[in-house]
């Protein structure tokens, strides 16, 4: 595995992906290294106040020098309320990586299938931007829940893999439409 390192990240793009789930990236050192489907912990700080927080790391370890989250909004969290302050330009510290969340690269399995819901779909989403086109002889399947039309991540970005790569199949659900 991988030597877990503390660096800071610099905070170079902040959108809304839905009404309650931020997208973060980060500028981090070029040296970083992860697996896809592994997490970094943030030190999120208000005030004198400081929590580490664990955070999936969206992008593939292929695009280097990034690290890209995605945030669950809540309501008075305290991450979330650091996040909504949060400026271009900012430094956040950073450790990692962790977690053995990660794809069997050695596996002869022929179909992989990756099932998640929400923001649950980050790590799946790095896993499968960084496999599908390295394994063509292996079936990937994405299943993928949200409540509504409005809360689906990364649709478009998914839609466009599965019209490019035969082996890789995207299945979307709704449970409230």
Known sequence: MVAIQGFNGILQEKKELTPSVLFLSFKIPEEFRFKAGQYV??????????????YSILNPPSKKGVIELCA???????????????????????????????FD???????QWFIGAGTGITPLYSMVKE????FPHCRFRLMVGFRSR????????????????????????????
């Open 41 to 54: 912990m943030l030190v999120i700080k208000q005030g004198a106040e400081k929590k580490l927080k664990p």
């Open 72 to 102: 669950k909004i809540i309501d008075e969290g305290f991450a979330s309320e650091a996040f909504k302050l949060m400026k271009l330009g900012q430094e956040v510290e950073m450790r990692g990586p962790f977690g053995q969340f990660v």
């Open 105 to 111: 690269e050695t596996s002869h399995d022929t179909e």
């Open 131 to 134: 496999y599908v086109p390295l």
């Open 150 to 177: 409005e809360d689906i991540l990364f649709h478009e970005e998914l839609k466009q893999l599965a019209l490019a790569y035969t082996n890789f199949t995207y299945v979307p659900t709704l449970s409230r439409e």
